[in-house]
């Protein structure tokens, strides 16, 4: 089992998409991207609940 987000399910204009074997794993790329690409973003607390409602698993 395998987890994927996509920075456009946010409605966000980006192309920005990750996949990695654990949960906690792509919460760390999506933070680490939020700060690069989407600082109005990381440094909101609800950052976290939202990424977390749109993971797949694929
Ligand atoms: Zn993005």
């Known amino acids: ?3 994927s987000f996509a920075c456009a399910d ?3 204009d980006c ?3 990750f996949a990695t074997e654990g949960k906690d794993e792509l919460m760390a790329h999506v933070q680490m991207h939020a700060q690069a690409a989407h600082p109005e973003l990381a440094g909101n607390p609800e950052l976290a609940s939202v990424v977390g ?3 797949k698993q694929i």
């Open 1 to 3: 089992m395998a987890y």
């Open 10 to 12: 946010t409605g966000a």
């Open 15 to 17: 192309p920005g998409a």
């Open 53 to 55: 409602g749109l993971v």
